[in-house]
């Protein structure tokens, strides 16, 4: 288990979960890594730790390049567990190192752990620390993902050590995105944004300024999951950044349901069919087979957003409701949106979506629902009913 050279002096000394099959609620089928990065320098720096079941895997990756008696510096740029989980194990092996951090990273390190014996120093957005020939600067980047997340930058290798920001769940033999399939590696990084970053899309627009107002000059992102961006690939992963935290869209539709005997599926084929006629780029999700975190990600490139339930014990189907709890909680904005739904003898639960929508601040048409099998006439009505969300 050795280090990878990212640069001169500069060792990725991460880990990869292979195995990793859901984060959160995410699911990953290529897996993860969690990157940290070893700095050779005067002061010898480490950025990040890593999950802790997979600590033996980080420690052996530095030990192949230093001893951990020599690290000066450990910088902690985000305190969620897949990069703090082993800051434990390596401040015991390193008990000499000062934790370099912002001041939520402090309050979250102590709320986490013993933290009695750890020496911190304490930086906000524009602070710098030299190490010798580099000098580490700083910028905070509150919720992208957690209140403590922060980004390092050093100046002298055009080299922005980001975290999670600009990250993918994507497991790979490969360090660098241009050794990967560029493709698959830009298609994780917008699932990454679509199910962690979503609802912050106002706080990567601030930290997008606040690094075009500090001058950045980027030409590496070193993010701590998936592989590393240089060149012109820094260019379009922050031109991605830019346009999925505008909340701009691409203007399709996403027709989202789940169904228990038929009629919401039919439903769902007449919704998807006006969307079709209409001209409008179209996916059908049902939930019995998508993931989730594949249907959140349909909404990045969606103006119009229809989902459809059948009605189970008077409340909404429950993959339905599960869908909707997710994505009320990743926020996605600026959708014109529509509910339908299928009832055996008690209407209403798809009021439970339109609320969802309602609180979201989408536009909206009524909703639409039927008893039991929607027959010709009643496909008919819905068809009318759908094309009024396009205008
Ligand atoms: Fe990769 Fe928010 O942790």
Redesign the pocket.
């Known amino acids: 288990m050795n280090a990878k050279q990212v640069k001169k002096d500069i060792w990725w000394v991460g880990v990869k979960d292979w195995n990793l099959v859901e984060f959160h609620g995410y699911s990953t089928p290529r897996g993860s890594t ?1 990157n940290s990065y070893l700095i050779m320098d005067d002061k010898i720096t480490l950025v990040d730790g890593v999950k802790h079941y997979l600590s033996d895997e980080m420690i052996a990756r530095v030990k192949s390049v230093t001893d951990f008696s020599k690290i000066a510096y450990v910088v902690v740029n ?1 305190v ?1 567990m ?2 703090s989980g082993n800051i434990p194990e390596v401040m015991k092996l390193a008990p000499q190192a000062v934790i370099i951090t912002n001041a939520a990273g402090k309050r979250a390190l102590d709320e986490h752990f013993d933290t009695s014996n750890w020496q911190f120093q304490i930086i906000k957005t524009g602070d710098t620390v030299s190490i010798g020939k580099r000098t580490l600067s700083f910028v905070t980047t509150p919720m992208l ?2 209140p403590d ?1 922060m980004m390092t930058y050093i100046a002298e290798e055009k080299l922005l050590l980001s ?2 920001g600009f ?1 993918q769940h994507y497991c790979t033999d490969a360090l660098f995105v241009k050794e990967a399939p560029f493709d698959v590696v830009m298609d994780e990084a917008k699932r990454y944004y679509a199910n ?1 970053l979503f609802p912050y899309g106002a706080q990567a627009q601030k930290a997008l300024n606040t690094a075009h107002d500090l001058n950045l000059d980027i030409e590496m992102i070193a993010p ?2 998936g592989c590393i961006w240089q060149g012109e690939e820094v260019k379009k992963i922050l031109d991605n950044y830019c346009r999925w935290s505008s909340g701009e869209n691409q203007g399709k539709a996403v027709v989202v349901y789940d169904t228990m005997w038929g009629a919401t599926a039919k439903m769902a084929e007449v919704v998807t069919s006006v969307f079709e006629d209409a001209g409008i780029p179209v996916v059908k999700r049902c939930l019995s087979m998508a993931h989730i975190s594949d249907v959140i990600t349909d909404f990045m490139d969606a103006k119009y957003v229809a989902i459809g339930t059948p009605t189970l014990n008077n409340e909404l189907f429950p993959r339905v409701a599960a869908f909707v709890t997710y994505m009320k909680g990743l926020q996605p904005k600026n959708k014109k949106a529509f509910a339908f739904a299928s009832y055996g003898w008690k209407p209403g639960v798809v009021n439970q979506i339109q609320a969802v929508y309602e609180q979201l601040g989408w536009e909206t048409i009524p909703p639409f629902e039927e008893k039991y099998t929607p027959k010709a006439d009643v496909l008919e009505k819905l068809k009318e009913h759908v094309k009024t969300i396009i205008a």
């Open positions: 969690y985000h969620e897949d990069h993902h957690w997340s975290n999670d990250g962690i701590s999951h």
